[in-house]
């Protein structure tokens, strides 16, 4: 067995509404709108981001 959870540590203590920073313009997102399988769209900055960054727990 190979352990692959390692480097990210999950912050159960942060609420489903702290959203980190935007990681193109470092403004913080309030919210974020997914446009397509790959593709979301940070607000209110309106940063184009790819999935994955703000992952949402299921
Ligand atoms: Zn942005």
């Known amino acids: ?19 980190p920073p935007c990681p193109r313009c470092g403004t913080p997102v309030a919210n974020v709108t997914t446009v397509g399988p790959t593709a979301q769209y940070a607000r ?8 994955g960054v703000f992952e949402s727990s299921d």
């Open 1 to 19: 067995m190979s352990e692959s959870i390692d480097s990210e540590s999950v912050d159960s203590e942060s609420g489903p509404e702290s959203l």
């Open 44 to 51: 209110p900055c309106g940063c184009r981001i790819p999935v």
